[in-house]
T-cell receptor, first 113, second 115 residues
Framework: KNQVEQSPQSLIILEGKNCTLQ??????????LRWYKQDTGRGPVSLTI?????NTKSNGRYTATLDADTKQSSLHITASQLSDSASYIC????????????FGTGTRLQVTL | DAGITQSPRHKVTETGTPVTLRCHQT?????MYWYRQDPGHGLRLIHY???????DKGEVSDGYSVSRSKTEDFLLTLESATSSQTSVYFC??????????????FGPGTRLTVL
């Protein structure tokens, strides 16, 4: 069964601290993996996309990693800001005619003073 | 929100009534999608469209129908609303011809409550 599991479900950190969010997937055959940020009351916005051959990709203070062998990805946030408070969703797509998206349930991050 | 609007943004309706949600894009993208988002679930695909009058079902299509008579508009209809369809509905679009392989851009969502 194609699944995407994210951990932790929720996380509270102090402003300025770093954090890492995890995504494990069983989706096959793999096409790509995206991380989305969803602010409360808004639609998700794409942060990064990673294909099979990519190990690391950065977008400002966000750095995503991918280990296609172990089917794991992480999203590292450096020097967190209050505006990073949001849900972060891992999304995996499959190749071929069955290419749909499998969404994780997200990690809810709260950055506090 | 990448040139996507959804209307209405909030709606309360009663069980058994038909409801239509509208998604409008200004990007002229080929692919459009409807998802629902519920606590404890990831976003789930209801229906999608790969061109005018070309639509297909997603994983949770029962009780929903869609229509796309022009590139910019994708309508989602709940034929007879039930309480289980209380949810937040998101429309998305993607550029290019790769369909689900391409990055999707989401609208602001419609919060629907069925009493």
């Amino acid at each position: 069964k194609n699944q995407v599991e994210q951990s932790p479900q929720s996380l509270i950190i102090l402003e300025g601290k770093n954090c890492t969010l995890q995504c494990n997937y069983t989706v096959s055959p793999f096409s790509n993996l995206r991380w989305y940020k969803q602010d409360t009351g808004r639609g998700p916005v794409s942060l990064t996309i990673m294909t099979f051959s990519e190990n690391t990709k950065s977008n400002g203070r966000y750095t995503a990693t991918l280990d296609a062998d172990t089917k794991q990805s992480s999203l590292h946030i450096t020097a967190s800001q209050l505006s990073d408070s949001a849900s972060y969703i891992c999304v995996v797509s499959r190749t071929g005619t069955a290419s749909k998206l499998t969404f994780g349930t997200g990690t809810r991050l709260q950055v506090t003073l | 929100d990448a040139g996507i609007t959804q209307s209405p943004r909030h709606k309360v309706t009663e069980t058994g009534t038909p409801v239509t949600l509208r998604c409008h894009q200004t990007e002229n993208h080929r692919y459009m999608y409807w998802y629902r988002q519920d606590p404890g679930h990831g976003l789930r695909l209801i229906h999608y469209s790969y061109g005018v009058k070309d639509t297909d079902k997603g994983e949770v299509s029962d009780g929903y129908s869609v229509s796309r008579s022009k590139t910019e508009d994708f309508l989602l209809t709940l034929e007879s609303a039930t309480s289980s369809q209380t949810s937040v509905y998101f429309c998305a679009i993607s550029e290019g011809t790769g369909g689900f392989a391409d990055t999707q851009y989401f609208g602001p969502g419609t919060r629907l409550t069925v009493l």
